[in-house]
Nanobody, 122 residues
Framework: QVRLQESGPSLVKPSQTLSLICTVS??????????WTWIRQPPGKGLEWMGA???????DYNPSLKSRTTISRDTSKNQFTLQLTSVTPEDTAVYYC??????????????WGQGTQVTVSS
């Protein structure tokens, strides 16, 4: 059973960098064919795909967030991370990590973290 768990601060000040970690257990992030994804849901809105890192370390980002987003990984810890710079209150959301069933980006997810609320406020 693959499990994903998000961790990081719940409150970030405007203009700062939001950093989250997704720790994966029960499976390796270097296993062939999968992509490891960050998705968020602002209050009252739908899910927004932010970006992903594949099993080989390639990354892809939502064009609307690309200039502020970095996804990286630590294979020794079986973790992947999200950094979102220059945050504003509009970045307030529940942030999820998930596994995409295809490295090329099928937008079909078989495992999700429970989500973590991040609020951007001074």
């Amino acid at each position: 059973q693959v499990r994903l768990q998000e961790s990081g601060p719940s409150l970030v000040k405007p203009s700062q960098t939001l950093s989250l970690i997704c720790t994966v257990s029960g499976g390796s992030i270097t296993t062939n064919l999968y992509a490891w994804t960050w998705i968020r849901q602002p209050p009252g809105k739908g899910l927004e795909w932010m970006g992903a890192i594949t099993y080989s370390g390639s990354t892809d980002y939502n064009p609307s967030l690309k200039s502020r987003t970095t996804i990286s990984r630590d294979t020794s810890k079986n973790q992947f991370t999200l950094q979102l710079t220059s945050v504003t209150p509009e970045d307030t959301a529940v942030y999820y990590c998930a596994r995409d069933v295809a490295a090329w980006g099928s937008y079909t997810y078989d495992y999700w973290g429970q989500g973590t609320q991040v609020t951007v406020s001074s």
